[in-house]
């Protein structure tokens, strides 16, 4: 099956590495222009997009971190700016946390991984949205893991699993 995504404006929050840096690679061999979410690594955000470039001639890296509105914001203008808008939105952003057995963990360790994989979806779905409502099109992926059903022991803020 050949799916085409030609023109279509995608994007990859924490695309830089792992399964956002494949998707965002498949995007734009599909012909989407693709912007590439990171939050710590800029140099390997920029290599995906040297990557992707002759597949879609565009791509570009943006820095965001997705719990914060301001950032995300921030971040949709900029795609605003250069493209006009988004088509495609992978909430791909995720992090694992601290390595802690459920009864030893606590609120502090459990936080940062709330603020990234559960907020930060909903940020970048809700700002996302308000764009593409008014354009009666768009889509909308969130990613999850298999340790939603399998746990991953010690990292109980991540699988709730011990």
Known sequence: MDIRFDGERALVTGGSSGIGSAIAMELAAAG???????????????????QIEPASGEGFAVQADVPDEVSVKNLLARIDEAWGGIDILINNASIGGDRAISWESDTVAWQPVINVDLLGAFQGSRLALKRMIPNQ??????????????????????????
Do not use: R
């Not at 989407?32 to 040297?50: G, L, M, R, W």
């Not at 999850?144 to 109980?156: D, H, L």
């Open 137 to 162: 099109a768009g889509v909308i992926l969130t990613i999850s893991s298999v340790y939603e059903q399998i746990a991953w022991s010690g990292f109980s803020g991540y699988t709730e699993g011990g």
């Open 32 to 50: 989407a222009k693709v912007i590439v979410n990171y939050h710590s690594y800029p140099d390997a955000a920029n290599e995906i997009v040297q």
